[in-house]
């Protein structure tokens, strides 16, 4: 379950972030998902309390943001919005496209105290 390494990896962060900013507790920790990251959110849930326990997030709670997945078309020049990773481009028709977005996985902030 590469979940729980994911959430290992956050922890680390909200380490490093206590002692760089001096905050002693996570409420609310938000992270942005692409479409395509891979993840499994019922598992990530459950890895993030499991993990956290003991360091400065743990009880806080988790926000999921979703992502859409976005890619360049090579027939048309557009960035355009795809629900899976092999769609025809929607504007156009092409399966010539290139993916720019939707398999990063990030922080996008924390609420602390």
């Known amino acids: 379950m590469h979940e729980m390494s994911l959430c290992e990896g956050i922890r680390g962060i909200v380490e490093d972030q206590a002692r760089a ?11 942005e998902i ?12 459950f890895a993030f309390d499991v993990v956290m326990r003991g360091s400065p997030a743990e009880g806080a709670r988790l926000e999921m943001i979703d992502l ?18 092999l769609a ?5 028709g092409s399966g010539r496209l290139m ?3 939707g398999d990063e996985m990030r ?3 924390m609420e602390v105290i």
């Open 88 to 92: 025809p481009c929607p504007r156009c």
């Open 107 to 109: 922080i996008k902030d």
């Open 99 to 101: 993916p720019v977005a």
């Open 68 to 85: 859409p997945g976005r890619a360049l078309c090579y027939d048309c020049g557009d960035e355009v919005e795809i629900a899976e990773r």
């Open 21 to 31: 900013h001096g905050f002693s507790a996570v409420r609310t920790l938000r992270l």
């Open 34 to 45: 692409g479409r395509f990251a891979g993840v499994e959110k019922r598992a990530l849930e």
